[in-house]
Protein backbone atom coordinates (compact mmCIF):
# COMPACT_ATOMS: atom_id res chain seq x y z
CA UNK A 1 0.00 0.00 0.00
CA UNK A 2 2.96 2.58 0.30
CA UNK A 3 4.59 1.74 -2.61
CA UNK A 4 1.04 2.37 -4.57
CA UNK A 5 0.94 5.53 -2.39
CA UNK A 6 4.30 6.78 -3.10
CA UNK A 7 3.90 5.93 -6.85
CA UNK A 8 0.10 7.82 -6.57
CA UNK A 9 2.22 10.93 -5.13
CA UNK A 10 4.48 10.66 -7.80
CA UNK A 11 2.50 10.78 -10.31
CA UNK A 12 0.63 13.84 -9.11
CA UNK A 13 4.24 15.72 -8.60
CA UNK A 14 4.70 15.06 -12.20
CA UNK A 15 0.75 16.16 -13.35
CA UNK A 16 1.76 19.34 -11.01
CA UNK A 17 4.79 19.77 -12.78
CA UNK A 18 3.81 19.60 -15.88
CA UNK A 19 0.99 21.85 -15.34
CA UNK A 20 2.99 24.45 -14.29
CA UNK A 21 5.05 24.49 -17.21
CA UNK A 22 2.13 24.93 -19.57
CA UNK A 23 3.73 27.65 -22.36
CA UNK A 24 1.82 30.91 -21.36
CA UNK A 25 0.16 32.63 -24.73
CA UNK A 26 -1.13 36.36 -24.17
CA UNK A 27 -3.34 37.65 -26.74
CA UNK A 28 -3.53 41.25 -26.64
CA UNK A 29 -6.43 42.64 -28.77
CA UNK A 30 -7.41 45.89 -30.22
CA UNK A 31 -10.94 47.73 -29.99
CA UNK A 32 -13.57 47.37 -32.77
CA UNK A 33 -12.73 49.27 -36.14
CA UNK A 34 -13.95 48.90 -39.68
CA UNK A 35 -17.30 47.01 -40.51
CA UNK A 36 -18.62 44.32 -38.96
CA UNK A 37 -17.09 41.00 -40.21
CA UNK A 38 -13.56 42.57 -40.43
CA UNK A 39 -10.66 43.82 -37.97
CA UNK A 40 -12.38 41.46 -35.86
CA UNK A 41 -9.54 41.38 -33.18
CA UNK A 42 -11.48 40.64 -30.36
CA UNK A 43 -13.28 37.36 -32.29
CA UNK A 44 -10.07 36.50 -34.28
CA UNK A 45 -8.08 36.23 -31.00
CA UNK A 46 -10.52 34.47 -28.88
CA UNK A 47 -10.98 31.54 -31.69
CA UNK A 48 -7.10 31.06 -32.06
CA UNK A 49 -6.88 31.04 -28.26
CA UNK A 50 -9.66 28.47 -28.18
CA UNK A 51 -8.23 25.76 -30.36
CA UNK A 52 -4.34 26.60 -28.66
CA UNK A 53 -6.40 25.49 -25.86
CA UNK A 54 -8.39 22.72 -26.88
CA UNK A 55 -5.61 20.58 -28.12
CA UNK A 56 -3.25 18.41 -26.24
CA UNK A 57 -0.47 17.85 -28.20
CA UNK A 58 1.42 21.13 -27.14
CA UNK A 59 0.92 22.33 -23.30
CA UNK A 60 -0.66 25.70 -24.05
CA UNK A 61 -2.54 28.24 -21.77
CA UNK A 62 -3.85 30.94 -23.95
CA UNK A 63 -5.22 33.73 -22.57
CA UNK A 64 -7.13 36.73 -24.22
CA UNK A 65 -7.25 40.55 -23.17
CA UNK A 66 -8.53 43.36 -23.97
CA UNK A 67 -5.80 46.30 -25.21
CA UNK A 68 -2.88 46.70 -23.50
CA UNK A 69 -3.52 44.82 -19.80
CA UNK A 70 -4.03 47.62 -16.94
CA UNK A 71 -2.56 44.70 -14.08
CA UNK A 72 0.94 44.24 -16.36
CA UNK A 73 1.98 41.23 -14.69
CA UNK A 74 -0.50 38.84 -16.54
CA UNK A 75 1.92 39.48 -19.15
CA UNK A 76 5.35 39.05 -17.03
CA UNK A 77 5.46 35.30 -17.12
CA UNK A 78 4.20 35.14 -20.80
CA UNK A 79 6.37 33.07 -23.20
CA UNK A 80 4.67 34.64 -26.21
CA UNK A 81 2.37 37.88 -26.87
CA UNK A 82 0.42 38.16 -29.35
CA UNK A 83 -1.42 41.58 -30.85
CA UNK A 84 -3.80 41.87 -33.13
CA UNK A 85 -5.37 45.40 -33.28
CA UNK A 86 -5.46 48.93 -35.44
CA UNK A 87 -1.50 50.03 -35.97
CA UNK A 88 -0.01 50.60 -32.37
CA UNK A 89 -3.46 51.30 -30.76
CA UNK A 90 -2.32 48.52 -28.21
CA UNK A 91 1.68 48.00 -28.43
CA UNK A 92 1.48 52.17 -28.12
CA UNK A 93 0.64 51.48 -24.33
CA UNK A 94 3.67 49.34 -23.69
CA UNK A 95 6.44 50.23 -25.84
CA UNK A 96 8.90 50.10 -22.69
CA UNK A 97 7.40 47.35 -20.84
CA UNK A 98 7.68 44.94 -24.03
CA UNK A 99 10.86 45.85 -24.88
CA UNK A 100 11.77 44.79 -21.55
CA UNK A 101 10.54 41.50 -22.05
CA UNK A 102 11.82 40.76 -24.83
CA UNK A 103 15.06 41.69 -23.54
CA UNK A 104 15.16 40.16 -20.33
CA UNK A 105 12.91 37.30 -20.87
CA UNK A 106 13.17 36.69 -24.20
CA UNK A 107 9.41 36.83 -24.87
CA UNK A 108 7.77 35.68 -28.14
CA UNK A 109 6.18 38.49 -29.79
CA UNK A 110 3.49 38.25 -33.23
CA UNK A 111 1.94 41.15 -34.30
CA UNK A 112 -0.94 41.09 -36.75
CA UNK A 113 -2.75 42.67 -39.57
CA UNK A 114 -2.76 45.86 -39.21
CA UNK A 115 -0.76 45.73 -36.04
CA UNK A 116 2.10 45.53 -38.08
CA UNK A 117 1.70 49.23 -39.19
CA UNK A 118 4.43 51.10 -36.81
CA UNK A 119 5.52 54.82 -37.53
CA UNK A 120 9.22 54.10 -38.99
CA UNK A 121 10.93 55.04 -36.39
CA UNK A 122 9.19 52.94 -33.77
CA UNK A 123 9.37 50.00 -36.66
CA UNK A 124 13.13 50.52 -36.78
CA UNK A 125 13.89 50.84 -33.32
CA UNK A 126 11.23 47.75 -32.00
CA UNK A 127 9.69 45.73 -34.56
CA UNK A 128 12.92 44.81 -36.90
CA UNK A 129 14.76 43.64 -33.40
CA UNK A 130 11.84 42.12 -32.17
CA UNK A 131 9.78 40.64 -35.11
CA UNK A 132 11.82 41.23 -38.40
CA UNK A 133 10.01 43.33 -40.31
CA UNK A 134 7.21 45.97 -40.39
CA UNK A 135 5.19 47.99 -42.79
CA UNK A 136 7.40 51.32 -43.90
CA UNK A 137 5.40 54.19 -44.76
CA UNK A 138 6.35 55.34 -48.29
CA UNK A 139 7.76 51.43 -49.16
CA UNK A 140 4.76 49.20 -48.11
CA UNK A 141 1.32 48.91 -49.44
CA UNK A 142 -2.27 47.27 -48.77
CA UNK A 143 -4.16 46.32 -51.51
CA UNK A 144 -6.79 43.57 -51.46
CA UNK A 145 -5.34 40.17 -53.46
CA UNK A 146 -6.02 36.41 -53.78
CA UNK A 147 -2.82 35.02 -52.33
CA UNK A 148 -1.80 31.28 -52.74
CA UNK A 149 0.61 30.99 -49.78
CA UNK A 150 2.74 28.73 -49.54
CA UNK A 151 4.80 27.83 -45.99
CA UNK A 152 8.73 27.59 -45.83
CA UNK A 153 9.49 24.18 -46.28
CA UNK A 154 11.54 22.47 -44.50
CA UNK A 155 10.85 24.77 -41.05
CA UNK A 156 8.41 24.14 -38.31
CA UNK A 157 5.82 26.36 -39.17
CA UNK A 158 5.12 24.66 -42.07
CA UNK A 159 4.01 21.27 -40.46
CA UNK A 160 0.36 20.38 -41.45
CA UNK A 161 -0.07 23.25 -43.13
CA UNK A 162 -2.75 22.33 -46.26
CA UNK A 163 -3.48 24.55 -49.29
CA UNK A 164 -3.78 28.53 -48.43
CA UNK A 165 -6.15 30.27 -51.29
CA UNK A 166 -7.22 33.60 -49.81
CA UNK A 167 -8.56 37.16 -50.48
CA UNK A 168 -7.27 39.48 -47.81
CA UNK A 169 -5.97 42.98 -47.38
CA UNK A 170 -2.36 41.40 -47.67
CA UNK A 171 -0.07 44.24 -46.92
CA UNK A 172 3.33 43.59 -49.09
CA UNK A 173 6.67 45.45 -49.76
CA UNK A 174 7.51 44.46 -46.06
CA UNK A 175 10.70 46.23 -44.88
CA UNK A 176 12.89 43.19 -43.18
CA UNK A 177 15.53 42.46 -40.67
CA UNK A 178 18.52 40.97 -42.33
CA UNK A 179 18.44 37.43 -40.73
CA UNK A 180 13.93 37.62 -41.18
CA UNK A 181 12.62 34.46 -42.14
CA UNK A 182 9.70 34.04 -44.79
CA UNK A 183 7.52 31.94 -43.65
CA UNK A 184 4.50 32.36 -45.83
CA UNK A 185 5.24 33.40 -49.37
CA UNK A 186 2.83 34.32 -52.60
CA UNK A 187 3.51 36.33 -55.64
CA UNK A 188 0.74 39.86 -56.62
CA UNK A 189 0.45 39.96 -60.40
CA UNK A 190 -2.73 41.69 -62.85
CA UNK A 191 -4.90 38.12 -62.36
CA UNK A 192 -4.69 38.17 -58.46
CA UNK A 193 -5.27 41.45 -57.98
CA UNK A 194 -8.75 42.36 -56.56
CA UNK A 195 -8.23 46.34 -55.80
CA UNK A 196 -5.36 48.88 -55.19
CA UNK A 197 -6.42 50.23 -51.32
CA UNK A 198 -5.31 53.51 -50.17
CA UNK A 199 -2.04 53.10 -49.83
CA UNK A 200 -0.35 52.43 -53.52
CA UNK A 201 3.92 53.14 -54.19
CA UNK A 202 5.76 52.94 -57.19
CA UNK A 203 7.54 50.34 -55.24
CA UNK A 204 4.62 48.42 -54.99
CA UNK A 205 3.75 48.94 -58.35
CA UNK A 206 7.37 47.67 -59.94
CA UNK A 207 6.56 44.12 -57.37
CA UNK A 208 4.05 42.79 -59.86
CA UNK A 209 5.56 39.21 -60.48
CA UNK A 210 7.89 39.33 -57.41
CA UNK A 211 7.30 36.90 -54.77
CA UNK A 212 6.09 38.53 -51.52
CA UNK A 213 6.50 37.27 -47.62
CA UNK A 214 3.14 37.78 -45.89
CA UNK A 215 4.05 36.17 -42.82
CA UNK A 216 8.05 36.45 -41.59
CA UNK A 217 9.77 35.42 -38.44
CA UNK A 218 13.22 35.96 -36.71
CA UNK A 219 15.20 33.75 -34.52
CA UNK A 220 16.68 36.78 -32.10
CA UNK A 221 20.40 36.60 -30.85
CA UNK A 222 19.37 35.34 -27.46
CA UNK A 223 17.46 32.99 -29.04
CA UNK A 224 13.79 35.07 -28.22
CA UNK A 225 11.98 35.07 -31.70
CA UNK A 226 9.16 37.19 -33.49
CA UNK A 227 6.65 36.94 -35.89
CA UNK A 228 4.85 39.64 -38.34
CA UNK A 229 1.40 38.39 -40.35
CA UNK A 230 -0.33 41.03 -42.66
CA UNK A 231 -3.52 38.97 -43.22
CA UNK A 232 -6.13 39.22 -40.65
CA UNK A 233 -8.63 41.56 -42.34
CA UNK A 234 -11.42 39.26 -43.06
CA UNK A 235 -12.27 37.22 -40.23
CA UNK A 236 -13.91 34.66 -42.34
CA UNK A 237 -10.33 33.62 -43.18
CA UNK A 238 -9.91 32.18 -39.80
CA UNK A 239 -12.22 29.29 -41.46
CA UNK A 240 -9.72 28.26 -43.74
CA UNK A 241 -7.38 25.09 -42.29
CA UNK A 242 -4.51 25.96 -44.21
CA UNK A 243 -4.58 29.42 -43.15
CA UNK A 244 -5.39 28.79 -39.32
CA UNK A 245 -2.60 26.17 -39.03
CA UNK A 246 0.16 28.41 -40.38
CA UNK A 247 -0.55 30.84 -37.87
CA UNK A 248 -1.21 28.75 -35.07
CA UNK A 249 1.91 26.74 -35.83
CA UNK A 250 4.00 30.43 -35.47
CA UNK A 251 2.85 31.41 -32.40
CA UNK A 252 3.93 27.74 -30.90
CA UNK A 253 7.13 28.38 -32.88
CA UNK A 254 7.39 32.24 -31.10
CA UNK A 255 6.61 30.65 -27.56
CA UNK A 256 9.73 28.80 -27.63
CA UNK A 257 7.73 25.34 -28.38
CA UNK A 258 7.97 22.40 -30.70
CA UNK A 259 5.36 22.52 -33.41
CA UNK A 260 3.96 18.60 -33.74
CA UNK A 261 4.75 16.45 -36.49
CA UNK A 262 1.78 17.05 -37.83
CA UNK A 263 1.10 20.73 -36.99
CA UNK A 264 -0.65 22.17 -34.06
CA UNK A 265 -4.16 19.85 -33.60
CA UNK A 266 -6.94 22.30 -35.04
CA UNK A 267 -10.16 21.72 -36.37
CA UNK A 268 -12.84 22.63 -38.65
CA UNK A 269 -14.25 25.63 -37.46
CA UNK A 270 -17.93 26.05 -37.86
CA UNK A 271 -20.14 29.13 -38.43
CA UNK A 272 -21.20 29.10 -35.44
CA UNK A 273 -17.84 29.27 -33.61
CA UNK A 274 -16.81 32.10 -36.66
CA UNK A 275 -19.53 34.38 -35.01
CA UNK A 276 -18.29 34.02 -31.43
CA UNK A 277 -17.32 36.94 -29.73
CA UNK A 278 -17.81 39.53 -32.86
CA UNK A 279 -17.96 43.05 -32.21
CA UNK A 280 -21.10 44.30 -31.38
CA UNK A 281 -22.34 46.81 -34.54
CA UNK A 282 -26.04 47.06 -33.45
CA UNK A 283 -28.09 46.13 -36.20
CA UNK A 284 -25.39 47.02 -38.71
CA UNK A 285 -23.68 43.52 -37.13
CA UNK A 286 -23.01 41.08 -40.04
CA UNK A 287 -23.22 37.02 -39.71
CA UNK A 288 -19.83 36.04 -40.69
CA UNK A 289 -20.59 32.97 -43.46
CA UNK A 290 -17.87 29.95 -43.72
CA UNK A 291 -15.11 31.14 -46.75
CA UNK A 292 -16.72 29.83 -50.16
CA UNK A 293 -15.50 29.49 -53.86
CA UNK A 294 -17.22 32.90 -54.28
CA UNK A 295 -15.42 35.05 -52.17
CA UNK A 296 -11.52 33.97 -54.05
CA UNK A 297 -13.61 34.30 -57.82
CA UNK A 298 -13.15 37.85 -59.08
CA UNK A 299 -12.81 39.94 -62.20
CA UNK A 300 -9.14 41.40 -61.49
CA UNK A 301 -8.54 45.25 -60.59
CA UNK A 302 -6.34 47.01 -62.64
CA UNK A 303 -3.04 47.54 -62.17
CA UNK A 304 -2.45 50.89 -61.55
CA UNK A 305 0.72 53.33 -61.83
CA UNK A 306 1.12 55.40 -58.70
CA UNK A 307 -0.30 58.54 -60.89
CA UNK A 308 -3.19 56.64 -61.97
CA UNK A 309 -4.55 55.31 -58.53
CA UNK A 310 -3.88 58.74 -57.58
CA UNK A 311 -6.08 59.78 -60.28
CA UNK A 312 -8.74 57.39 -59.64
CA UNK A 313 -8.73 58.60 -55.92
CA UNK A 314 -9.55 62.35 -57.57
CA UNK A 315 -13.01 61.32 -59.01
CA UNK A 316 -16.05 61.35 -58.23
CA UNK A 317 -17.50 58.30 -56.99
CA UNK A 318 -21.27 57.13 -58.16
CA UNK A 319 -23.95 57.10 -56.06
CA UNK A 320 -25.37 54.05 -55.11
CA UNK A 321 -29.19 53.96 -56.15
Known amino acids: MKKIINVLLTLSFLWSASAKKATKIVFLHGGRSHASGDHEFKAGSHLLAKHLNKQSAVSINAIVNAGWPKDESI ?22 KMD ?46 RADIKPMKGHETARGVGPIDAVDEFYFNISYHPEA ?36 GIVRPDGGRGAGFTGG ?18 IVWVAGQKVPPGGVPTSPVTEDELNEQLDDYGARTNRVKLPTEADITFTPGPWMTPEEHAESRRKPKKKKK
Do not use: C
Open 233 to 250: HHHRNWAIDGYRQLILNT
Open 75 to 96: IDDADAIVIYADGTSVIGKGWE
Open 100 to 145: QLVKNNQVGVVFMHYAVHPAVEQGEKYYLPWIGGYFKNGISVNPFW
Open 181 to 216: LFLGTATPNEKNLHHINNIWTRAAYLAKGKKQSLLW
